[in-house]
């Protein structure tokens, strides 16, 4: 990796530095896949390598602190390891537990030995099986260490206040006002920082916040003698005074105690924070033989989002000389505007002011935050052989900026609220030259025992078009621990007594059979997302870096995503990395290489219309060297986002005078001229739509070559109505002349060359077929790629069969009715093929069905099954059966086709499973069939049938939660019965097929 230091920009020392170095990662080698595009042709080469374990899902992996077992350590690797996963994440959780006497802490807690031990086990094992192992930075979340107290330097800090009213020419004697809260507990000092007075202006409160004259304000501290305050109000109106206290705010990680003695959160803004997790680490767990191993196995050092939960502010003792060296004035007088009460803001000066002092705050603690805490925790975990992956976000602080200062940015599916606060990362990740945006994926409130893969690949496939590459699951549970029941312990459930969050995967599940298709799915989409370089059609510029709000983009977010549009988000840092620079017109043009770029007023302060002097700069820099530019908004009128300096208003609106005068800006007052704007410019999507569509794409090219990842899903969670089934076509720019498509199967590893598609210049049209959340890949190269035949073959851009395919024989044509079908090629050739017969579909609906009962063993780690035997004359859910009604486990489904003589080679079947909850396999006459698509379970036979008798078997595996409701209906009785196993219906389709001549 290389380091390299964003320069000083020019109009600082206001700017927001991204601060030390960005690593830039390179692109590895890849393996592939494919669905549902019409006209794709059987498989022309070898399957495709099974992904490697560095792009493979990892689980989340929870301990019970260190009251582990190296040996069954090692026996969970082995099964991470067997299913398919590259690694696991180390967590410490337990909130499942109420007696944390079984803990046992003081021998057992989190950094203990047996800690390290365990540690010890689960390096040393991952190194022999290929697997990686990520290290949580504390206990639970958030970050945090034993031997600090509440009271120390580096534990984390609240700005408490409190306050006394007064009328005017009021005399005040007495204790200066305590704050209006009491302290947390273990909370024994707190300092008294500064006293003031204000007068109150009613014309600048709001529903909450009292109104202040900002030019009131006073500094009463020096009139504090041992305690006490004595002051006349001025006869000219009513006044408040406020006292401000800095104090730790006793936080304790999540879910604990963990530790012997306690540990607490750490200050996220100062060196000394920082320093007290590194030293602590340093000390106590970093022994030879973890030091050894983290060389070999280690993947990454992880923290959780920044859940900081203070009564008060947040704070640190630097605050107020990093703002006076941040913005060139004191914080002091400012601090009624950012002080708050559980969240709470208490006071405000007039709107505006009161906005700019906020941001100017919140910019200095992200700076702070970046410098003392990301950028110091990056470089220690280097020095151990880590990289840094983290949730940047939990705070107000710019974690588009933190993105890219990170090796390995992560968000998560339960707490964004849509896919833009993915975008939102994506864009510091590729700005930085990074390669990975994790998800910690698959938590679901009240989802233990209930959550079905299904449910999780419909939850992440359109993160995965928004950015998203690496998957971390949600999670998978140590097995033990004193006083649970089956199927173990489970970190998250029960939770607060009732049924908990996510989902503790493992063999405990019945799917954990099926586990490795979906494994491979995930590790075939993750390999195409990392492979190359992202390519990105527009970057929206936001002057405040939030995520995880559900905040989108006007124009793109709800209309130009379903026209096929791209974008992601920037915020003013990161327009001083080195990838900020213009060639082609593209910003960035080896990383995102984004076509235009797109500004409009800050959504985070009323849409306000607000830019930097620095960043209009950048903006007039950028759109001089070829960047197409547009601005949604009343330009004219813009004002710095931070309290200005003198004149720096002016020199704002003649710089962005300057910008709009430009050749390639254009500046529009509605969101509904964007579009024209941008075509104006001559900016086009590199992926297009005829219609409006919930097709989502993301696209990526490594070495001449183009992948397109498409999902149908939603971009946005307030879309309505629901997804529904789509087909149409879908134009794809190509990068490199003569490519031709191919069909990438994520679920089978197979490649195919497309045999039905148009091109037009650097434009390939195909028609896709996708049903709500189902996924697939095309990639655009040279003929040849993928193991198929090379040579420009003619190809199919009209059919009125069914499909058109590229099979061993020739261009082929596939039909599920018997008939004669015209074909128009490439040439310009029509040809007309015959398929002389064809059966006729068949309902599949007797089966003999052989369910293995899931129940609890001797032990709560012990599982019985019990064996039952159905026939069934229609496929029904097993809560509609009563043998079956309360039952988790696997069915297996056996039926028998009988195919007359007239089954011969040109026929072949598809096998249309319908409704299935919730894993499947196919077996057909002994052969078992690729895996399927869990999403869209539709199974292409093949020549597995031949005349005679025909055995179908589709074994079905379900979640545990109907079992559950009957074996611990304290926790789980409450929940509804699930519809399991086989619903159907099940339809064997059968197809002609025939060379065309």
């Known amino acids: 990796m290389s380091n390299v230091t964003p320069a000083h920009r020019s109009g600082l020392p206001r700017r927001a530095l991204l601060g030390a170095a960005v690593a830039t990662a390179a692109a590895g080698a890849f393996d592939w896949s494919l669905p ?44 991470i390891a067997d299913a398919g996963f590259g690694g696991a994440e180390i967590a410490a959780v337990h909130h499942s537990v109420t007696d944390s006497s079984v803990l046992d802490t003081a021998r057992h807690g989190w950094g203990s030995a047996a800690w390290v031990a365990g540690v010890e086990a689960a390096l040393g094992q991952a190194a022999r099986r290929g697997l990686t192992v990520d290290l949580t930075i504390g206990p639970s979340w958030p970050a945090a260490v034993p031997g600090i107290t509440p009271d120390s330097e580096a534990a984390v800090k609240e700005l408490s206040y409190g306050t006394a009213s007064l009328t005017a020419g009021t005399v005040y004697s007495g204790p200066v006002p305590p704050p209006v809260y009491a302290a947390a507990s273990g909370v024994t000092r707190q300092q008294l920082l500064l006293v003031q007075a204000a007068r109150v202006n009613t014309a600048n409160s709001t529903r909450k916040e009292t109104g202040l004259d900002l030019d009131s304000v006073r500094d009463l501290t020096g009139a504090v003698t041992d305690g006490t305050l004595t002051w006349t109000a001025p006869d000219d109106g009513s006044w408040v005074i406020v006292s401000y206290w800095v104090r730790g705010s006793g936080q304790t990680p999540e ?3 963990h530790t012997a003695p306690a540990a607490y959160v750490v200050d996220h803004f100062s060196a000394a924070g920082t320093r007290a997790v590194t030293d602590f680490w340093e000390a106590h767990l970093l022994s030879p033989t973890v030091r050894r191993l983290l060389k070999v196995s280690g993947g990454a050092l992880f923290e959780d989002s920044i859940e900081l939960e203070t009564d008060g502010l947040q704070w640190t003792p630097g605050l107020p000389d990093a703002f006076l060296a941040h913005t060139g004035r004191s914080l002091l007088p400012l601090l009624p505007a950012v002080v708050l009460n559980h969240g709470s803001q208490v006071f405000a000066f007039e709107a505006a002011v009161t906005r700019q002092i906020r941001h100017d705050f919140w910019e200095t603690v992200s700076v702070l935050f970046n410098r003392h805490h990301v950028t110091a925790l990056r470089a220690w975990a280097h020095s151990l052989g880590l990289e840094l992956r983290s949730q940047p976000y939990g705070l107000q602080t710019d974690a588009i900026a933190s993105a890219a200062l990170l090796d390995i940015p992560e968000g998560e599916s339960l707490g964004f609220k849509n896919l833009d606060d993915y975008r939102c990362l994506a864009g510091g990740r590729d700005m930085a030259g990074h390669t990975v945006l994790s998800c910690e994926a698959g938590a679901y409130a009240g989802g233990a025992y209930n959550t079905t893969w299904q449910k999780f690949l419909r ?57 490795a298709d979906v494994s491979g799915y995930l590790g075939r989409v993750h390999q195409v997302l990392q492979t190359g370089r992202p390519r990105v059609d527009v970057a929206v510029f936001r002057q405040t870096g939030y995520t995880a709000t559900g905040i989108g983009a006007s124009w793109f977010t709800a209309t130009g995503i379903p026209l096929g549009w791209t974008h992601q988000f920037l915020s003013g840092p990161l327009l001083d990395l080195p990838a900020a620079t213009v060639r082609h017109g593209r910003l960035a043009p080896e990383g995102p290489a984004y076509k235009a770029l797109f500004v409009e007023g800050d959504f985070f302060y009323g849409s306000t219309v607000t830019l930097a002097l620095s960043d209009a700069r950048a903006l007039l820099r950028l759109t001089r060297a070829g960047l197409p530019v547009v601005l949604l908004g009343a330009w004219d009128t813009v004002v710095p986002p931070g309290v200005p300096d003198s004149g720096e208003s002016d020199e704002l609106r003649s710089v962005v005078a300057e910008l709009l005068a430009q050749p390639l800006v254009r500046q529009v007052t509605d969101k509904s001229a964007v579009p024209t704007a941008l075509a104006d410019l001559g900016v086009a999507p590199d992926v297009r739509y005829a219609t409006s569509s919930t097709l989502l794409n993301a696209h990526r090219t490594a070495d001449g070559v183009d992948y397109y990842y498409l999902c149908n899903g939603k971009h946005a969670e307030t879309v309505k109505p629901p997804v529904a089934a789509i087909d149409h076509e879908v134009t794809l720019r190509r990068t ?70 590229l099979t061993d024989a020739g261009l082929t044509v596939r039909a599920t009715t018997a008939g004669t079908y015209s074909t128009v090629l490439s040439s310009g050739r029509t040809v007309r093929t015959t398929l002389k017969t064809v059966p006729a579909p068949i309902d599949l609906a007797s089966w003999q069905l052989h369910v293995q009962d899931w129940r609890p063993g001797d032990t709560p780690y012990r599982t019985t099954v019990v064996e039952h035997d159905l026939t069934l ?35 072949g079947a598809r096998l249309e499973l319908g409704t299935v909850t919730d894993t499947c396999r196919v077996t057909v006459n002994g052969h078992r069939l690729d895996p399927v698509d869990q999403i869209h379970p539709v199974v292409d036979l093949g020549d597995v049938l031949g005349r005679g008798v025909n055995v179908i078997e589709v074994e079905v595996a379900t979640p545990l939660s109907n079992r559950l409701r009957v074996s611990d209906p304290a926790v789980y009785g409450g929940t509804a019965r699930q519809a399991y196993g086989l619903l159907g219906p099940v339809r064997l389709v059968p197809y002609g097929e025939a060379r065309i001549d």
Do not use: C
């Not at 794709?40 to 990892?58: D, I, L, M, N």
């Not at 301990?63 to 969970?76: H, K, Y």
């Not at 033990?480 to 998250?492: M, S, T």
């Not at 996924?775 to 198929?788: D, E, K, N, S, Y």
């Open 255 to 257: 879910g604990g105690p």
């Open 459 to 515: 939850t992440m496939g359109g993160a995965y078009a928004a950015g998203v590459n690496q998957t971390v699951v949600h999670g998978f549970s140590y097995a033990e621990l004193p006083g649970v029941n089956w199927p173990g312990y489970a970190a998250f459930t029960p939770y607060k007594g009732t049924v908990g969050y996510g989902e503790s995967w493992g063999p405990r599940h019945p799917t954990w059979r099926h586990v």
């Open 36 to 79: 549902s595009v019409a006209g794709a042709s059987t498989a022309v080469g070898p399957p495709f390598a099974t992904p490697g374990h560095a792009v493979r899902p990892k689980f989340r992996w929870w301990w019970p602190d260190g009251l582990v077992q190296p040996d069954e350590i090692r026996r969970e690797i082995d099964q």
């Open 873 to 907: 004359d229609a496929l029904l859910p097993w809560s509609q059966i009563s043998e079956l009604a309360d039952v988790s486990g696997i069915g297996r489904y056996r039926t028998t086709v009988t195919l007359d003589d007239g089954w011969t080679g040109g026929h």
């Open 736 to 805: 490199t002349a003569g490519a031709v498509p191919y069909l990438l199967d994520p679920w089978t590893g197979k490649a195919e060359r497309l045999a039905r598609y148009t091109e037009d210049g650097d434009a390939v049209t195909a028609r896709v077929t996708l049903q709500p959340a189902e996924t697939l890949i095309l990639a655009l190269g040279r003929p040849g790629l993928f193991g198929a035949r090379p040579g420009r073959r003619p190809h199919a851009v009209d059919s009125e069969a069914d499909e058109v395919r």
